[in-house]
């Protein structure tokens, strides 16, 4: 009959708009925001690096002489406030091997990323141990060159740690499958727009406060793009100060509100 040709079409449309909105990571539909990932303490064994780690390998197998270190395979998303996909986004990750040991001076454990056209990233690497007062832990720098995003040194830790610090939130504090031979998990970062490209980082600064430039200090706005780690690393001064716990996704409820009364009635013909 038409009216149940239509309940069909309109239960299809209904669908359809549902699937839009679950899978569309990279569209921001809902007015969808995420709220930028806290930044930690950079720690003493930072050391910026100047190669692509090509096999995407932070502590090769055997690193530590540990026999039978577990290994752990980390992917993640890199996006902006508006939850979108980020692009060649870098990201230098290090931590301490199985023994909880840091290489000081060389490339051990340590490597520098970059995140695809949809903005994941993975690497494979030991099961960091902890040490002293400390739980394991994977340090992460993560920038982009361009200067548009302000960057964070930031701790991924995982859940079910004696002595993870109470202020990370569950963005940063991750569960880890233990079911196969390689253990897996999951970390995202959302870096803040720092300035459009378009006009000066110090322009913006000057008519809109100094958190337009996601800094405290206006001597640390970049006025240019900065391709190298160095040059950019005024961009990254993670301060450990601001360790508040971060959503993921924000949708205010007058959003959400009439997406559901427009779509609750035909989700009755599934």
Known sequence: SQQS??????????????????????????????EPTASDHQGPFYLALDEMTTNKVV???GASGVSGAKRLRVSGLVQDEECNPVSGAYLNVWQADATGDYDITGPGCRALLQTSDDGTYSFETEYPAEYGSRPRHIHFKVWHSDGGYAGVFTQMYFAGEP???????????RTVDKSAEVYTSTMDVTLQKCWDGASSCQAVCSTSGPEACCTTD???????????????QST????????????????GPWL????????IVPFRQW
Do not use: H, K, W, Y
């Open 236 to 251: 990254a001064n993670g301060n450990g100060q601001n360790e508040s716990s971060s959503g993921r996704l924000i949708a």
């Open 256 to 263: 959400i509100f009439p997406l559901c009364m427009t779509l």
């Open 163 to 173: 002595n993870n610090p109470s202020s990370a939130g569950t963005d940063r504090v």
């Open 59 to 61: 502590c090769e197998a």
């Open 5 to 34: 040709a239509g309940s069909m079409a309109s239960g299809a449309a209904a669908r359809a708009v549902l699937v839009l909105l679950v899978s569309c990571g990279a569209c921001n539909v809902l007015g969808l925001s995420c």
């Open 218 to 232: 206006l001597a640390q706005c970049p006025t240019t793009p900065a391709a190298s780690e160095s040059v950019n």
